[in-house]
């Protein structure tokens, strides 16, 4: 599901399958935050409060107030895995200090906070380096400009997360978003650990980065421009560092530069979307890949009823089914 700009017009979907665009049914004066099955959770900026979705039928529920926190615990990242019942996970604090409280459907409730463990190399998922007095990074905001240290994202986006089931099975999983410097984050709801994934890009290199899950795996997809072309590409992180995927087509990538574009990612299947964005609508669009064969294509532009081109902010992935329950 894909959000426009324009908070107040309908939010739309892509059919995979008719390949084409519908509208959905949103939770009023709120904003899309996570997706899971057949069903989207909204946050309402002003207060924070939760709703879960079936943007196909409307249908609606509004979750409970998580527990209060003492203290300054600063908001990270907001996962939603499982169908029937399903879970929300809010991640907490600063790194390395997070906690992590679920809410369980088929409980009403909500478990925690528990505080997270930092994991170690041996655990196979090695620490970032730590911050120096020159490891300012420089990453395109969601607006479109350049800036340094802390990541600025639209409200939808803010604070996304994506989810890969767990290692040690079950209705776990293992969430990735990004932190305030652009570096990915693993969550293990499971075993209640994270770590902080090492850097793609050296610093000082300007790049828009996204995390994605798709086909049981979660990529890292990092648009840069190097001397005179820009490059979109997928990372893996495996084997204790990060290995290419799949990349766009350099004839479709070198149209982004010089755009001062972002990206915003999403997977559904064996298959992402990529919905690139910057300063007009002409110079972005949306595009699949599959990451298995790394065959990419441009997506139909969507047109309101103004009968103008509308640029996304946020895409998030959902199975439309009219008999799931909220």
């Known amino acids: 599901m894909l959000s426009e700009s324009d908070g107040n017009r309908p939010a739309v979907a892509f059919d995979a399958a008719e390949r084409g665009w519908n509208h959905c049914r949103a939770a009023p004066g709120s ?23 079936n943007p196909l039928t409307g ?19 907001i996962a ?29 409730s909500w478990e925690g906070p528990v ?15 730590g911050p120096g007095g020159d490891d300012t990074v420089y990453f395109l905001s969601k607006s479109g400009d350049v800036v340094a240290t802390n990541m600025q994202r639209s409200a939808s986006k803010q604070y ?10 079950g209705t776990d999983a293992v ?30 290199f300007e790049y828009s980065i996204d995390v994605v899950a798709c086909g049981g795996a979660a990529y890292a997809v990092v648009l840069s421009e190097y001397l005179d072309t820009a490059s979109l590409r997928v990372w893996e992180f495996s084997g204790g560092a990060w290995r290419q995927v799949a990349a766009m087509p350099p004839a479709m990538s070198h149209g982004f530069h010089g755009k001062r574009a972002d990206i915003n990612c999403v997977g559904h299947g064996d298959r992402l979307v990529v919905c690139v964005s910057s300063g007009e609508a002409a110079n972005g669009g949306c595009f699949m890949c599959d990451v298995g064969s790394n065959r990419w294509e441009e997506l139909p532009r969507y047109v309101n009823g103004d009968g103008e081109t509308s640029e996304f902010l946020a895409a998030f992935s959902f199975e439309p089914r009219v008999e799931i329950a909220v």
């Open 31 to 53: 904003v899309p935050v996570a997706a899971s099955r057949g069903l989207v959770l909204y946050r309402a900026p002003a207060t924070g409060a939760l709703t879960v979705a």
């Open 59 to 77: 249908a609606s529920r509004a979750l409970p107030s998580p527990p209060r926190q003492g203290g300054q615990h600063q908001l990270q990242a």
């Open 80 to 108: 939603m895995y499982g169908g029937a019942p399903y879970r929300v996970a809010l991640f907490t604090g600063e790194l390395p200090d997070l906690s992590m409280t679920v809410f369980d459907s088929s409980s009403d």
């Open 115 to 129: 505080p997270l463990a930092r994991r170690s190399e041996e655990d196979s998922c090695p620490d970032a380096p």
């Open 160 to 169: 996304s997360s994506v989810v890969v089931p767990s290692p040690a099975g």
């Open 175 to 204: 969430a990735y978003f990004l932190s305030h410097s652009g570096t990915v984050v693993a969550c293990d709801t499971a075993r209640r650990t994270f770590c902080e994934l090492p850097r793609i890009l050296p610093v000082y």
